[in-house]
């Protein structure tokens, strides 16, 4: 049997048949073979938009790489990035092979809308205060 993976965003009366039509071809198979279905249930939130992105490089890294001066220099767009997606950014914990924990930063890719959008606020927010960079 192969490996069954299927998403359903429940939307109406047809992605639930849909779900209800997969679990019932395929429960007792996947049971008679010792790998039974998991069902995961959560609400659907989708990964942030490309139009994110681009909002974020253009109107929030932009400006800051142009108006912030720290120590009497100025930094590039990469850098700025790196630095909020260390403060604001989304991490999680890993433990390695060899037990130590260490927390690693999520690309700004794996974030949700909401998470994005939140991040982009704290950003600005943050740059506005303390840098001084105004954005339009």
Request: charged share 25%; aromatic share 12%; net charge neutral.
């Amino acid at each position: 049997m192969r490996l069954i993976y299927r998403e359903f965003t429940l939307r109406d009366g047809l992605s639930w048949n849909n779900l209800v039509a997969l679990v019932r071809a395929n429960a007792r198979a996947a049971i008679d073979n010792d790998k039974p279905l998991k069902v995961i249930v959560t609400q659907a939130e989708a990964k942030r938009r490309s139009v994110q992105n681009r909002y974020y490089w253009a109107a929030v890294i932009t400006p800051i790489a142009e108006q912030a001066w720290v120590g009497g220099r100025q930094f590039s767009k990469e850098s700025w990035h790196e630095l909020y997606g260390r403060l604001f950014g989304v991490c999680e914990d890993i433990t390695l092979p060899d037990g130590e924990v260490v927390t690693r930063r999520l690309s700004t890719t794996d974030m949700t809308v909401s998470q994005f959008s939140e991040y982009c606020e704290r950003v600005q927010a943050h740059a506005a205060q303390d840098y001084g960079v105004e954005f339009s």
